[in-house]
């Protein structure tokens, strides 16, 4: 089976501070995904990678940036916490071809004080 | 651009009624559909898949049929269980897309005793 692992459940910083959320997968997938999960706006994509060091905006990038220099990992860095930022992340991870799937971790829920 | 809807929920249903959720999309080309459940405080797990027009995609008792004409993938499942209380999300990849996907809005199910 397919293993995302995001590397906290839980996570409260405080405004100002960079904030870095790890993501590993094991499947040797070429994409990589970040979400943001919010009541009532659903799953909005914030960054994505198709390959190592490429790198794409999604839906809703601004305040975040991403990092991928190896293939099984991509992380999400909040350069500058706010309140607004307050969330669920999902990382996910696909095979390229368009009829694969996307595999998701466990999520994390980060906090913005 | 590529879009999901699905129908707003919650969902209520009394234990071993049929489940019905519907999902129409609208897409260039011929995208691969899918989709997911969400346990409370969990990331997305993928249910099923359909990859071509008539595909049928089944699993744990949930069915969904591709159907091109109707542009629809409606999940279905003939006798539920509390244990589906989750909430469910329709999803579809493009093969334009850069390997985005495009999720629905999402519907909670609650299944009572």
């Known amino acids: 089976d397919v293993k995302v692992t995001q590397s906290s459940r839980y996570l409260v910083k405080r405004t100002g501070e960079k904030v870095f959320l790890e993501c590993v997968q094991d499947?040797?997938?070429?994409?990589m995904f970040w979400y943001r999960q919010d009541p009532g706006l659903g799953l909005r994509l914030i960054y994505f990678?198709?390959?190592?060091?490429?790198?794409e905006k999604g839906d809703i990038p601004e305040g975040y940036s991403v990092s991928r220099e190896k293939k099984e990992r991509f992380s999400l860095i909040l350069e500058s916490a706010s309140t607004n930022q307050t969330s669920m992340y999902l990382c996910?991870?696909?095979?390229?071809?368009?009829?694969?799937?996307?595999?998701f971790g466990d999520g994390t829920r980060l906090s913005i004080l | 651009g590529n879009s999901v809807t699905q129908m707003e929920g919650p969902v209520t249903l009394s234990e071993e009624a049929f489940l019905t959720i519907n999902c129409t999309y609208t897409a260039t080309g011929y995208p691969s559909l899918f989709w997911y459940v969400q346990y409370p405080g969990e990331g997305l797990q993928l249910l099923l898949k359909?990859?071509?027009?008539?595909d049928k995609g089944s699993n744990k008792g949930f069915e969904a049929t591709y159907r091109k004409e109707t542009t629809s993938f409606h999940l279905e499942k003939g006798s539920v269980q509390v244990s589906d209380s989750a909430v469910y999300f329709c999803?579809?990849?493009?093969?334009?897309?850069?390997?985005?996907?495009?999720f629905g809005a999402g519907t909670q199910v609650v299944v009572t005793p």
């Open positions: 359909a990859t071509k027009a008539d």
């Open positions: 499947m040797d997938h070429e994409n």
């Open positions: 999803a579809l990849r493009g093969p334009d897309s850069w390997g985005k996907f495009q």
């Open positions: 990678s198709y390959d190592v060091k490429m790198k």
């Open positions: 996910a991870s696909s095979l390229g071809g368009s009829d694969q799937p996307q595999h």
